[in-house]
């Protein structure tokens, strides 16, 4: 396409109001531009990009097995009703009426429209699995719209829903697409993990965010140096690396500790290491009281703890139930000789000896505490937060932390929507049973900033070949010189002829303007027609490495052939 | 695909609520469902439809040198007020409050969101002219949704937008979006018609309406036996074909008429045909009376005659205005010796000689009234109804009326909307201007409704190729059968290598079951294999023709080959 043509407002100055990368560039470069906060237009550069990740999600998806299909953004509210979310998903949800004064939502997501469709239409179980997807505007009243088209009102999504009368088919749908996923975004050229998240209320370990590890995300991963583990921080499992302690056991003694109360200042008064002191914590879980007890230098992981628990509410104690239970105020509790209370404790806890821990009276600590000799433990488990330098559960590497933008998200649903929206079928048998779902989310829209905020520097932006705009920018360097125009002309006609698409910069604009452009809209290729062309001689410049050389006409064809097999 | 693993919902029953062709078929073969009045879900096969006709109107309107980019459906209402459309447009314009209590509109149409964009970023003439488009969903909250796609509150519509520094340059896009229309509808196989149509307030004769010719349609239009003209009713010239009569003057005379009031009672009355009396009609324009005359057979055409008056309302003159102007009744209106009114006359008017008129006195018609010796015309124009028979406007054939479909409108805007919003450039003098506009659009799921409306027969939908879901069903007659299912099998891989997109019905059901599917399904070619699998021997049956016959497995490929060719 000719660039004197196409609509495509760059901008010099970044933008007051963008304050990651992504946004400021996909501004800057004319990819974008906002309507509203958290509302976007995608201009025809942002569009294109658009348009080859739909493609790449469209076609892992259907290689997949999953079909495409496509529901209304206006939802009845009578299917939120159904699911119980009118109420529950909150003010994100965007409602509004239609002139006969009936309720809508607008599409936030779509489990009560596919969940309605499904129990209407599938009967038997010879009519399942169903693995269904659209690609489709979403409608999220943020209350705080940020970072651009990361965290937007209005954005486009990738989403699928499978149903399934057996488990080990929601199983298999459920590894397929993870491996589609990472196919998707391997393909957008991204460095992501699929990251172990937590269920919350749903249950079950199957649910993977995919995260692009980047600076500005919003979650924190804990991922393998080694391998392909990475969790949700809050999921990230321990594996016990800690052998028993050899040390003797000495005899148990009650020290004045002063107002010494938390790990720090004990550790000091009593020249231990944090490592010796047993952290006591009590906990009222759905109303009973429990004793949690982790290392000194570990943290509680209170998923971790209400999943061990099976509990549906967990809660610090307070000081009124401290002083019910343990006859001490929160600050002074410990373990030692605890029998009204269950004690649950870190694996590492009992491998502990001579430990530190509170006495259950102010001023007072124990000192050559040992598990068993001195206290109870009712259940051991792994109850603390992951930190850097942790093996990885899958026992290669050792965990590190990094941050992450979820583009992704794949979620064993089970019954949630089937069971009260009466999502039934005949089974074998001829028995009515509930169905079992999985959804599969991809957020379109923010995949694309993501891959700008990933791919840029302090030019522009830098297009993996897969999402580039145009795949070669031809720039005559001074449009108004007769040769280099002429040669810019036949050149633009011969790249296209070889299949390339091109964005030639035919503008009659300064050099400067030209280069500085095209840098920052970041096309991987860039052909110069320059002083040059009366000799036959242009140059070439790689966006990403920023190489650049000069190559005879003739040799054209060749060099861009050689460069394209580098970048792909 | 499998046609086992496609979710495919067919219906036997017609569904009670459906009353046209396309929606019955649409349900009944399981492309869409409805989720709510006017809110449909495309279904896999509905989907892959839809992507093909997206993809024929985004490269006739790329090819066209229009540029593809995305607004959003969030729309604020301030750009709705800056318009003045916020109060204007109605009920139909679906609006809602965001968490923050701003009010948006739901898009319906985007005219002011480009415009604001384009004032934004296009500050010169140098960056003029622009074609942008979006295929994108769109809502109107119609009052009463019906025909399923047809008339939908949520649709897919294809919009496009053009700004312009010149009239001229408006006036070539205009005819390159006309001929782009040609194209996409042409290859969606429809027998369609750009109809003139009328622009209402906005002025200017360039507003084109693209009309399916069908039965169902809402809309009347008027085109040639011979060439493509075609117009609304209301818009159709009138070319006068009469030649002035040859009847010398006969004597004015005024007779009793008694009650004989409209044109057939007088017909009777005076035994003269209607051709003979002169229809005098009062009108009042934009307050001023108007005595209007066409002669007794013909139709005053108010657009026709608003227009031609300049005026920006007109209505039937009510008695009391009659009296005061007249000194009668209508019913009894006749231009004879008129003098303090306007008379304006069609064209045939002047032409009769001898004719019939009321005679401004109740009872009385005058006869042998001639123009100019007894009464006078101001203005003469072409004010009547086209009928079937007049002359084509262009000179090749006569016309015909037909029901018409809309499915894409092309228009020129002006400065509807570029004027209240400020969408300026500065010219080649540095002079502010103001842009003019012209906008394009395509209803994407209603061509979608109007192709399967226009190609049925009673057994279920005929898709042209360019559009079919999948392009060959190949059935399975018996999959129980080992010798069929191999040969089936192998013949799904074999039309698959050789890029057949192909429905394999693998499907364990009745032969009856699955030949009633794919009629109703509709795709163009069918290959069954039957009983004489053993010998290498299947069935090809066109759709469209009911054609059918067996084929050697050997020559199936040339086979296939001649008839995608024939229905290319």
Redesign the interface.
Same mark, same amino acid.
């Given at each position: 396409m000719r660039q004197s043509? *196409?609509?495509m407002?760059t901008l010099r100055e970044v933008p007051a109001d963008a304050d990651v990368k992504s946004h400021q560039l996909l501004l800057r470069a004319g990819f974008i531009?906002q309507?509203?906060a958290g509302?976007?237009?995608?201009?025809?550069l942002? $569009? $294109?990009v658009?348009?080859k990740i739909e493609n790449i999600v469209r076609e892992e998806m259907n290689r997949a097995?999953s079909?495409?299909?496509?529901?209304?953004?206006?939802? *009845?509210a009578e299917l939120w009703h159904e699911s119980g979310r009118w109420y529950s998903y909150g003010?994100?949800l965007?409602?509004?009426k239609?002139?006969h004064d009936?309720d809508?939502a607008?599409g936030a997501t779509h489990e009560e429209?596919i969940t309605?469709?499904i129990r209407?239409?599938?009967k038997s179980y010879k009519k399942l699995p169903?693995n269904?997807y659209?690609i489709q505007?979403k409608?999220r009243?943020e209350?705080r719209p940020r970072f651009g088209l990361l965290r937007g009102?209005?954005f486009i999504m990738k989403d699928a829903y499978s149903f399934h009368d057996k488990q080990e088919s929601l199983d298999e749908t459920y590894e397929t697409m993870k491996d589609a996923y990472s196919a998707i975004f391997s393909r957008c050229g991204l460095n992501f993990r699929a990251v172990l998240a937590d269920s919350g209320a749903i249950g079950g370990k199957d649910n993977h965010e995919f995260m692009v590890l980047s600076e500005i995300g919003e979650d924190l991963i804990a991922y393998s140096t080694e391998s392909d583990f990475a969790a949700n921080i809050e999921m990230a499992p321990v594996v016990l690396k800690e052998e028993a302690s050899s040390e003797s056991p000495l005899e148990l003694e009650k020290v004045e500790t002063q107002t010494a109360k938390n790990i720090d200042d004990v550790s000091v008064f009593l020249n231990v290491p944090a490592s010796k002191i047993i952290k006591s914590l009590l906990y009222m879980a759905d109303g009973e009281p429990v004793l949690v007890l982790v290392r000194g230098d570990h943290e509680v992981n209170e998923i971790k703890l209400k999943n061990e628990l099976s509990a549906s509410e967990i809660v610090m104690a307070s000081e009124e139930d401290a002083v019910k239970w343990l006859n001490t105020k929160p600050g002074s509790i410990g373990p030692v000789s605890v029998s009204d209370v269950k004690v649950i404790a870190d694996q590492a806890v009992p491998l502990m000896a001579n430990a530190v821990c509170g006495a259950n009276e102010e001023g007072y600590h124990f000192v050559n505490v040992n598990a068993d000799r001195d206290f109870k433990i009712d259940q051991t488990a792994d109850l603390r937060f992951v930190v850097e330098g942790d093996l990885s559960p899958d026992g290669k590497g050792t965990i590190i932390f990094a941050k992450g933008i979820e583009v992704g998200h794949v979620f064993k649903l089970g019954k949630v929507y089937s069971e009260p929206m009466k999502a039934q079928y005949l089974d074998e048998n001829g028995k009515n049973q509930i169905m079992s779902m999985g959804c599969y989310g991809i957020g379109v829209s923010r995949t694309l900033a993501a891959v700008a905020e990933e791919n840029n520097d302090e030019n522009g932006l830098i297009w993996p070949l897969s999402l580039t705009p145009f795949e070669v920018h031809l720039i005559a360097v001074n449009s108004k010189n007769a040769e280099q125009s002429a040669l810019s002309d036949e050149l633009y006609e011969q790249l296209k002829s070889e299949g390339y698409d091109c964005l030639y910069d035919d503008r009659p604009e300064r050099a400067g303007v030209k280069f500085t452009d095209s840098d920052l809209i970041g096309l991987p290729i860039r052909v110069m027609v320059g002083k040059k062309a009366g000799e036959g001689i242009v140059e070439v410049k790689i966006r990403k490495s920023g190489e650049s050389y000069e190559v005879p006409v003739s040799e054209l064809k060749s060099v861009l052939k050689r460069e394209w097999d580098k970048l792909v």
């Open positions: 043509q *196409l609509f407002p531009r309507n509203a509302i976007y237009s995608f201009l025809p942002g $569009k $294109k658009l348009h097995g079909q495409e299909m496509m529901m209304p953004a206006l939802q *009845l003010p994100e965007m409602r509004l239609d002139r009936r809508f607008l429209v309605s469709i209407d239409e599938v169903l269904l659209q505007t409608f009243d209350k009102r209005e």
